[in-house]
């Protein structure tokens, strides 16, 4: 049966199943059942008038203790120390989290991954401790094919299958199929489907999918991008999502052999600087950005984002885009604000990213600035790049090396990419990331074009804007009401660095 073909039970309605189905089969801890019960059984008690009645009642009530208690430790066997946090409001629920592997599975959880390398990338952790928690064997991920990305390369096209397995074989169950038996239950057409909701808590996945996979077996996510949230959760559960992030997640021998050697060539000038321009034709068409375009260029990429099925299709204003930050800059941009930020002229730069829309007019002024410009095209011969050259998410790993080795990273779009690799790059030992302020920077550009700033005073401005937006240590900013909107976990993973090095919470 075609793993994209899977019929669908259902979409959400989270309702229709009660928190009391799990209650005598739950494999995590929730706390505080014997604590609740003892303090209903005082009162009764105390009302008491015979003090031999009281005796007996008493007897009943520890007695009941007792076994409480001793149904409890059974219960808890499976959890160790369990660490609990305190809840910071309704969506940040407590919870606890086992230290040390005790397996009994609950089922197994199939999971579709789509968008990007980095989307695909930074799901995958976050489904390895969602099936840990609930104590469910999860199946190596199924990699979506999108066209937009025309990349039909499957997880163990990309990263170390064997190594993903064994890395974390103490911590939870993978298997790169279903067992035969579950693998006919599929085959016949019986599959549970669902969409976990955004950032969703703990809590969420106890109440609402542990029992469906209870009653089904087998539940298949179709979708798990940014499916966990990214604060209010235990440390030990955010230090996981690093372990699998940078230590299981190990791209493939060919991939990983090809990117360093990229990184050792670049590396005999000494210092390089990856710079991830984001300007290629479809990103200027996603993000509806034509500062710089003729009015033919204009309407190609406007036609090609018509063209695009879910894209939006409403008219965009590209002036008010750029003005809030929204657009990535324009490789004439980008060459005014690397030469303000101070980057000697003769600094290899390595350009990241797929093709420059009109490469050759966009980025002349680029290459006058700085003409120690390369590219994975211009450094490896065509035999070398040929077997990745078809998939865009084996070329994106090439890049996503280079990033990493690199001295200082660039990113002129906050993307997926740009993200992640900073917070692996803050893992690394806070390596320098410049994450620009793009709403500001176009103002001072457009006030140093007008000549109503000199370059001195234009270049003084872009370094005080962007002191502190270098990589180092800082906290992630919350906002539990609108977890989409606040600091993603994997582009500052807090948890996983040096405590040392964190500034304090005041």
């Known amino acids: 049966m075609e793993w994209r073909n899977m ?11 009660e928190e009391s189905e799990v209650a005598d089969i739950i494999e995590v801890n929730h706390a505080g059942i014997g604590g609740i019960k003892t303090e209903k059984m005082k009162p009764i008690a105390a009302r008491q008038p015979c003090p031999s009645a009281c005796v007996k009642i008493w ?13 409890c430790s059974l219960q808890l066997a499976t959890l160790d120390d ?19 592997r005790v397996y009994k599975n609950n089922g197994y959880l199939i999971i579709f991954i789509g968008g990007g390398l980095n989307q695909k990338r930074n799901a995958v952790p976050d489904m390895v401790v969602v099936a840990r928690y609930l104590n469910v064997t999860l199946i190596v991920p199924k990699l979506v094919y999108d066209p937009y990305w025309n990349d039909s390369s499957k997880f163990e096209d990309i990263f170390d299958v064997n190594h993903f ?5 103490d911590e939870v169950r993978i298997l790169k199929e279903l067992p035969p038996e579950q693998k006919r239950k599929v085959d016949s057409g019986s599959l549970y489907s669902m969409v976990p909701i955004s950032f969703a808590s703990l809590d969420y996945y106890y109440h609402k999918v542990l029992p469906r996979i209870l009653r089904h077996e087998i539940v298949l996510f179709n979708l798990t991008n940014g499916r966990l949230a990214n604060n209010g959760l235990p440390e030990e559960l955010q230090r996981m999502r690093c372990r699998v992030n940078y230590k ?3 791209f493939t021998q060919p991939i990983d052999e090809t990117g360093r050697k990229i990184a050792t060539i670049l590396r005999e000038n000494e210092t390089f ?19 710089g375009l003729t009015k033919e260029e204009a309407a190609d990429v406007k036609q090609l984002r018509y063209s695009r099925e879910g894209w939006n299709h409403k008219p965009i204003s590209s002036k008010r885009q750029r003005e809030r930050g929204s657009c990535p800059l324009t490789p004439e941009e980008t060459a005014l604000v690397i030469q303000a930020l101070g980057i000697d002229r003769n600094t290899t730069i390595y350009i990241a990213g797929g093709e420059i829309y009109h490469k050759e007019k966009r980025m002349a002024a680029m290459a006058a600035a ?10 490896l011969k065509p035999e070398e790049l040929k077997p990745f050259l078809k998939h865009a998410d084996q070329m994106a790993a090439l890049d996503y090396i280079v990033a990493l080795e690199s001295d200082i990273y660039v990113p002129t779009y906050r993307g997926n990419m740009a993200k992640a690799v900073e917070g692996h790059r803050r893992y690394l030992g806070f390596k320098t990331t410049i994450s620009l302020n793009t709403s500001i920077l176009v103002s001072l550009i457009d006030h140093y074009r007008n000549e109503t700033l000199s370059w001195d005073e234009f270049s003084l401005l872009v370094k005080k804007s962007h002191e502190d937006r270098t990589g180092k240590p800082a906290r992630r900013n919350e906002i539990p009401e609108n977890p989409g909107q606040e600091d993603y976990f994997y582009s500052n993973p807090q948890e996983c660095l040096a405590a040392s090095a964190l500034p304090s919470i005041h």
């Open 7 to 17: 019929d669908k039970q259902t979409k959400s309605g989270y309702s229709d199943y």
């Open 59 to 71: 007897v009943v009530v520890v007695s009941n203790t007792l076994l409480i208690l001793w149904v």
């Open 82 to 100: 369990n660490k609990m946090m305190a809840a910071k409001s309704a969506f940040y629920s407590p919870y606890s989290f086992p230290s040390q």
């Open 165 to 169: 397995i064994t890395s974390l074989k």
């Open 248 to 250: 299981a997640l190990r």
């Open 273 to 291: 600087v990856v710079l991830h321009l984001r300007y290629e034709k479809d990103m200027i068409a996603f993000t509806s950005c034509t500062e």
């Open 370 to 379: 700085y003409p120690n410009l390369v590219t994975k095209e211009s450094m």
